[in-house]
């Protein structure tokens, strides 16, 4: 188990490793393994980042995200700029369904609709992300109810089983009506990541609830 300190230098030396993170701009605390990321950079993406490289070192359980976006000068963009920029991208990426609604409101993007995978909104989110003058996205993307293969639970354990990651005998599954939840062990954020990947994976799903502990 590593200590505050020890986890905190960590993800600094992570965050100065990663050359999309705007490392001088941000600050990080630590305690009981939860990490705080705080400080202000030009834009959203470099927040998306400095998350995501938190989450990449082991012993971090969770992160609170605290950093500011302040657009850069020449960055700021209206709304309908923005709305009409990001209606062109997620037209063009090919993972994004046309279900997809967005609203724009201080720069802050909203995604509407009903998609069939999880995959699918994380493409629409990252799609967004990266456009200038994006302070924030919100995704209240929807799954669409389908129904679920009686042997779902089955295919899950089985993922987990491929996975060069988790560990399948420390995950225990369970399903109902589309919700699958994930309980038990695992030993860093990124097993954590990939066990809830291959429950998102399965047909039918419509909801991952995560009641994996990081030991």
């Given at each position: 188990m590593k200590s505050d300190l020890q986890l905190r230098r960590d993800v600094?030396?992570?965050l100065a490793f990663d050359p999309s993170?705007?490392?001088?701009n941000i600050a990080v605390s630590a305690k009981d393994g939860v990490i705080t990321l705080s400080g202000i950079v030009p834009t959203y993406v470099d927040k998306y980042a400095a998350e995501k490289a938190a989450f990449h070192v082991s012993g971090?359980?969770?992160?609170a995200e605290e950093i500011e976006v302040k657009l850069a000068h020449g960055s700021s963009r209206t709304d309908q700029e923005i709305a009409k920029a990001a209606a062109d991208a997620l037209q063009w990426n090919v993972r994004v369904p046309s279900t997809v609604q967005i609203s724009v409101v201080d720069g802050v993007v909203i995604l509407r609709g009903e998609v069939d995978w999880q995959y699918q909104r994380d493409?629409?989110?990252?799609?967004v992300s990266y456009l200038t003058g994006v302070r924030q996205v919100k995704n209240h993307l929807a799954i669409h109810q389908r129904p679920q293969p009686d042997d779902v639970k089955q295919r899950i354990e089985q993922a987990l089983v491929r996975s060069a990651e988790a560990d399948a005998k420390q995950i225990r599954v369970s399903t109902q009506n589309g919700k699958v939840v994930l309980s038990g062990r695992v030993r860093s954020q990124?097993?954590?990541?990939?066990?809830?990947?291959?429950?998102?994976?399965a047909p039918g799903v419509m909801s991952v609830e995560s009641n994996l502990a990081i030991v």
């Open positions: 600094l030396d992570e993170v705007a490392a001088e971090v359980k969770a992160v493409a629409a989110t990252s799609t990124a097993e954590l990541r990939d066990a809830k990947w291959a429950a998102w994976a």
